[in-house]
């Protein structure tokens, strides 16, 4: 148990819980219990999924798959199952499993790999190719250690020639799970031409495929991400997964020109769009302040 009491703790996911509070906060309290863990963290984060906010309730998955914690499997096998929930809080509650890396969750996993919601489906196809790598003790490999700190839906290539990536990322005839693989190789890579590559990626059919770029992009906070970033951001006919991780990531790249183009988008008429540009001025803010990290003050606020 984390040094933080449980009532503290608790304090926390009141925050989270509360709808009156801004989506900033709630964010900022929703990563506080990511990183505190532990089953009463658990408990208030799945509370959540009851919430309007698809954004949030996305990131409440994803925030649970990074905690790899089987206490949560039976709240996000439930959203996975659930097929009034919106698609994009479905797809991360398939890759939040596939995280967790729990083989028995094989049968879950293959019962959704051809839903009709092709996010869904796509997610649980290279979660199950995740779960082969785990069984096959992949996850032992030095390839799964990713240099920040993520479990990762998929493990790095052992390719680092950056013309092949490229060529593997863009193959439309290939596996997801593979041109994923190319994608992380990519990203480990952080070089202008890995960059370049991987913003060739937003060319790519798919908007899970897409979105995973964007996110990648938020990962590495490399200022040359930012042109493919904001045009993702600014095509109004881009899917809103897609655009809501570019805001995410030009938040956490936190540059002036940044904070300008999310300032642009706080009324965007799709609520995940609008609520991801302030929860990324947010994040800016932290970027450029003395802060730590990002979410631990709420852990001295609300205990």
């Known amino acids: 148990m984390s040094i933080v009491s449980e009532t503290a703790i608790k304090n926390i996911g009141k925050v989270l819980n509360d709808p009156s509070r801004p989506m900033k906060e709630r ?3 929703l990563f506080t219990l990511r990183n ?3 089953e009463i963290a658990i408990q208030c984060i799945s509370q959540c999924f009851a919430d309007k906010s698809v954004l949030l309730k996305h ?3 994803y925030c649970l798959g990074q905690m790899q914690d089987k206490k949560a499997i039976p709240v996000l096998r439930e959203v996975l199952e659930d097929i009034h929930q919106d698609p994009i809080v479905r797809h991360e509650a398939g890759e939040a499993l ?3 890396g729990d083989p028995n969750l094989r049968d879950l996993l293959e019962k959704y790999k051809n839903d009709p919601a092709i996010e869904v489906a796509e997610t649980c196809q290279i979660a199950l190719e995740r779960l082969n790598w785990v069984a096959n003790d992949g996850c ?3 390839l799964s250690k990713s240099p920040f700190s993520s479990v990762d839906p998929a493990p790095p290539s052992s390719e680092n020639n950056v013309d092949r990536l490229t060529k593997i990322l863009m193959d439309e005839n290939k596996p997801l799970y593979e041109r994923y693989r190319a994608m992380f190789s990519l990203r ?6 890995s960059i370049n590559a991987l913003g060739e990626g937003f060319k790519a059919t798919s908007a899970l495929f897409r979105h995973e770029v964007a996110f990648i992009f938020g990962q590495m906070q490399d200022e040359r991400s930012i042109p493919y970033l904001k045009e993702r951001l600014e095509d109004t006919a881009e899917h809103e997964m897609v655009r809501h991780e570019a805001a995410e990531a030009l938040g956490s790249i936190a540059t002036e020109e940044c904070t300008e183009v999310l ?3 706080l009324n965007d008429p799709r609520p995940v769009v609008r609520e991801s540009c302030e929860v990324a001025l947010d994040m800016s803010e932290y970027e450029n302040s003395p802060e730590f ?4 003050t709420l852990v001295t606020v609300e205990g």
Do not use: H, M, V
């Open 27 to 29: 964010f900022r309290a």
């Open 36 to 38: 505190l863990g532990g």
């Open 59 to 61: 990131e409440l998955a």
């Open 98 to 100: 596939g995280a967790i």
């Open 140 to 142: 032992k490999e030095n």
């Open 188 to 193: 480990n890579l952080a070089t202008s031409e």
């Open 263 to 265: 300032k642009r988008y």
């Open 293 to 296: 990290q990002y979410a631990n």
